[in-house]
């Protein structure tokens, strides 16, 4: 497709956004958006989970222009908020940018779309139109979520199902682009092949001749029971398989930390790691044999990689990568998280199946796509971009 610049003056775009996933999927957008000449951009990062956050600024090479650095030891979801709407008027009237990018369905997501509602600033949405239709499961994800499409202007839904989902919604046609994830642009500038852990405790696991789990769990609604849930069944695992390691990333919330060491603390073959960099994630997730995670990206990110997935929740907003098969929902019983991992583990052809299922995620080019849809929708670029479609 064929870039043409209708007009001088560049669109000024800010991007907003303040958790790791976050700044994992924006990377690679921003890189693109600071490429075209027709764009001036700008960052702003809130800052929700502060390391985190860093940890990718760093890995990715990206100076945020403004941060408003509004995390809190044990915040609330209103503190938060109101946080990020107050720190945001200020850039917002210093920046004066034609449209805000934001990022998903996190917090800073939310009240970065109220802020520029509030200044009829333009709002594009990234990763826009994913649903589990149940307003507590992920909380708070699914109302942000639907609370920013609803102030919108342009969405930019990852696949087919999203944009269903944002038509049923009464979302026009036309300010909708399927584009794939840019969890896959970032994946491609992240995972290598003869990669050397900064972590030493990672380069003493035998990679090749173990089946490494890699876990993630922390989300908000598996906190208490379901966690210690997710905890017990892991040793559980642990102790009935010798050639079975164990790398459970856990979340700095004290709330995750103190159940993962309570509960796991001294069980042999299970490696109790802080969140790593976007690199060391990256590449472990590579060289394990399957995850087990009640996150949202690494849904996307492991059928990349020909990883299978057990989803530690009870729903998803990612039903794509279930019917391909490459994903499957087991929710936070303990028996069942314990028997689903069994499976995988000693069952070849399920493990096969899973492990070669299509990614319907992306193809490394979402970022390009979101930019082309941003200079079509101002005027800047001659022809609609052609949606993303995977291949099959």
Known sequence: M???VMGLSKVKILSIFGTRPEAIKMAPL???LQGRQEIESRVCV????????????????????????VMKDRQSLSGITTRVLQGLEEVLVNVKPDMILVHGDTTTTFAGSLAAYYNKIQIGHVEAGLRTFDKYFPFPEEI??????????????????SKNNLLNEGIKEEDIFITGNTAIDAMTLTVKKDYRFETEELNNIDFKNKKVIMVTAHRRENWGKPLNNICTALGKLADRYEDVEIVYLVHMNPVVRETA?????????VHL????????AHNLMDRSYMILTDSGGIQEEGPHLGKPVLVMRDVTERPEAVAAGTVRVVGTDMDNIFNEACSLIENKNLYTSMANAVNPYGDGSASRRIVDGILYHFGKLEGRPIDFEPVR
């Open 2 to 4: 064929e870039r043409m």
């Open 30 to 32: 921003i890189k693109e």
């Open 46 to 69: 809130t800052a929700q989970h502060r390391e985190m956050l860093d940890q990718v600024l760093e890995v990715f090479n990206i100076t945020p222009d403004y941060d408003l650095n």
């Open 144 to 161: 942000n979520r639907k609370l920013t499409g609803v102030m919108a202007d342009v969405h930019f839904a990852p696949t087919q199902t």
């Open 261 to 269: 060491f309570d509960v796991l603390g001294n069980t042999d073959r």
């Open 273 to 280: 790691l802080p969140a790593l960099n976007i690199m060391e």
